[in-house]
RNA sequence: GGGGGAUUAGCUCAGCUGGAUAGAGCAUCCGCCUUCUAAGCGGAGGGUCACAGGUUCAAAUCCUGUAUCCCCUACCA
């Protein structure tokens, strides 16, 4: 158990033979300055004013009645009624040798759809939030025992296919190979654009390629599978590139809801929720009306017959919740399309597609933003693709490794680059508040100082290098801890807040509080590092000891929460 | 028109259910490498938390209004 939640479960039993109403919580806390000691209780003044009593001096009873023997060193009242609370070294030593909490395993099924990538074009970095933070919700998910299901919802049908598989038809018509003609799948992608507005010929040509495709014609079904397969084959580089934890297993893509779709539009309007509108198939929502009544629309069926991403989405989930039997079932989509996931979860509910208890949740994040504030475009107007982005984060991390000037092999030199400059992408963008929206910035994407993924890993690598110069294995290596110095209490302390952080992105989904969190215990280990010496001459073996188990502890904390955000640590950099 | 989100240091951002003197990084300035990796450490300057009211022991945080910006708002996904 944390050292918070020790304190609030004794605070909490003092205030109730005190009294005190429930709902008067002790409100604990680490302290927001080390002359309040280390946690601070806030909770006397809310619940004096419930009381009518002074504050103070309900503080002082508070802290005569909570136990907090083995715990405290001291404690004392500040201002209006803080109660300050200073720990001993001896009781945070004991938390700290009794390591992490082991995660209790369940069987809570979590579906998370995450990265979802177009296959028409190639992944650019606005792809980048959805991948990488739902991929860490996936292992976070995991290391705390859920069973999590990755869906890849991958856009591989609709209408821009037609257009691709004509064009498709068309190069290999020329004698061309499928793999030359699609190396660079955005050049196709534009070819067969200019090919669609230039050519009306085309243009009806690729109309009625979807049609075909959809009613499942076989010669368009086979040019439509080369494309996909080259498309994901680009997709499942990026991932392996990015470290994220997607395969093949994990891609469920709108064509395989293409059987269900007519199903989904007659059983809605079986039920009466579905009705025609203008020609087409609309579920109108009062849940969602607008100050004047207005129902919010869902349109589940073009006029001419086609369906939508809602109806695509309607399917995905119903089948979510009967086959995959989901308990929770986390989007990690854009904020744009709330409104749709409000129709979606809205309307599943009332066609009785998903139990009321299964919970849906959209954790929605940002757009992508330029440094003028305008939503994100290059110089010429495009986006900057993930793979362009991925190889000039390797290719800077690789010049300054070699600039650091170490003995280093080439092949450590290659591993290095590739775990820096990955894990500098992921964190910058990992360590932003989800919701927001962001600015891309080039520079500051590829920025190995101050709080990014190296200064992290760096961390790490110090540790390692204690270790190894010491002859010493750090994973199976063991020491008692003594607390002396500040440095160690306050690396201490927050080694101890490690699973607090982890329950919390669990539960709301926003991996940036774990960044902050590692951030500041790589920066007070930093800060040990220089003040605590461990190998030098004078150091005594035992305060060498504990400072190495600290460092242990420090080090697998780093390498576990890294691990979660889906960044690589290395032994040398 | 309706709805959602945002506004904190020159720039990019944290700030948990209201808590004590609003914090980081970058940039600027000053120190620190012949002993564990300087991708580092120590320190300095830099703020009317958009604005105006309100709620109270206490407001960046909650409420109301205003301004500015972004997004969504029926047949793209």
């Known amino acids: 158990m944390s050292i918070k939640n020790t304190l609030n479960t004794r605070f909490k039993t003092a205030m109730k033979a005190l009294n005190i109403p429930s709902e008067c919580t002790p409100l604990l806390n680490s302290s927001s ?11 006397a003044m809310g619940a004096a004013k419930h009381l009518k009593t002074n504050p103070r ?44 909490d082991k995660p ?43 069973n999590v299901i990755r869906q890849n919802h991958m856009g591989d049908w609709g209408t821009q296919f037609g257009m691709l598989i004509a064009e498709l038809e068309l190069q290999l018509s020329k004698g061309d190979q499928a793999e030359l003609a699609l190396s660079d799948l955005e050049v196709f992608y534009q ?14 040509t690729a109309r009625a390629y979807v049609v075909k495709l ?24 990026i991932y392996k590139q990015l470290n994220v934890g997607l395969t093949t297993d994990h891609i469920k893509p709108e064509s395989t809801y293409n059987s269900d779709l007519e199903w989904i539009v007659k059983d809605l309007e079986n039920k009466h929720l579905a009705a025609e ?33 809602a109806t695509t989405d309607l399917a995905a989930l119903k089948y979510r919740a009967e086959k995959l039997n989901a308990d929770r079932v986390l989007y990690f989509i854009d904020a744009r399309q709330s409104l749709h996931m409000k129709q979606v979860f809205t309307t599943s509910r009332k066609a009785n597609y998903v139990a009321d208890t299964l919970s849906l949740e959209h954790h929605a994040f940002g757009t992508m933003m330029g440094s003028d504030g305008k939503p994100f475009k290059t110089r010429t107007g ?142 007070l280990f930093m800060s040990f590092y220089e003040h605590c010496p461990i190998l030098k001459t ?22 576990k929460g890294l691990d979660l955000l889906g960044i690589e640590v290395m032994e040398k950099m």
């Open 277 to 309: 509108s203008d020609g087409a198939k609309v579920v109108f929502l009062d849940e969602l009306a607008d100050k004047n009544g207005d129902p919010s629309p869902m349109i589940v069926q073009k006029s001419g017959g086609g369906f939508l991403y």
């Open 382 to 523: 495009g986006t900057v693709k993930l793979a362009d982005l991925l190889v000039e984060a390797i290719e800077r991390a690789e010049t300054l490794v070699r600039q650091k000037n170490t003995d280093l092999s080439e092949e450590e030199i290659t591993e290095i680059a590739q775990k820096v400059g990955i894990g500098a992408v992921k964190y910058a963008d990992l360590s932003k508040t989800r919701t927001n929206d962001y600015i891309f910035d080039w520079d500051s994407m590829l920025s190995f100082e101050g709080n990014t993924a190296p200064y992290l890993q760096y961390a790490y690598t110090r540790i390692y290098s204690i270790f190894r110069k010491a002859g010493i294995a750090l994973e199976d290596f063991s020491a008692d801890i003594i607390i002396d110095a500040p440095q160690e209490k306050q690396l201490a302390l927050k080694l101890l807040q490690f699973n607090d952080v982890i329950h919390q992105v669990a539960e709301d989904c926003y991996p940036h509080s774990l960044c902050n969190y590692l951030y500041e215990l790589s920066s």
């Open 33 to 43: 300055k080390p002359q309040f000691g280390d946690y601070q209780a806030n909770g």
């Open 191 to 204: 070819q067969s654009k200019k090919h669609f507005d230039a050519d009306p010929e085309f243009a009806d």
């Open 538 to 559: 004078g150091v005594n073996p035992e305060t060498a000891k504990s400072r190495l188990q600290l460092c242990a502890q420090s080090a697998s904390a780093l390498q």
């Open 57 to 100: 001096e309900l503080a002082q009873k508070i802290l005569d009645q909570v136990d907090l023997a083995e715990i405290a060193e001291k404690t004392d009242i500040a201002g209006p009624g803080f109660i300050n609370i200073t720990l001993k070294n001896d009781y945070i030593a004991d938390c700290l040798k009794n390591g992490l």
């Open 104 to 146: 209790s395993v369940n069987t809570e099924n979590i579906v998370i759809d995450y990265s979802g990538p177009n296959l028409a074009k190639e992944m650019h970095v606005g792809h980048l939030r959805s991948t990488i933070i739902g991929d860490a919700l996936a292992r976070v998910l995991e290391y705390l025992g859920k």
């Open 214 to 237: 959809q009613s499942g014609d076989a010669n368009c079904l086979k040019l439509w599978k080369q494309f996909i397969d080259v498309s994901i084959a680009h997709n499942s580089e």
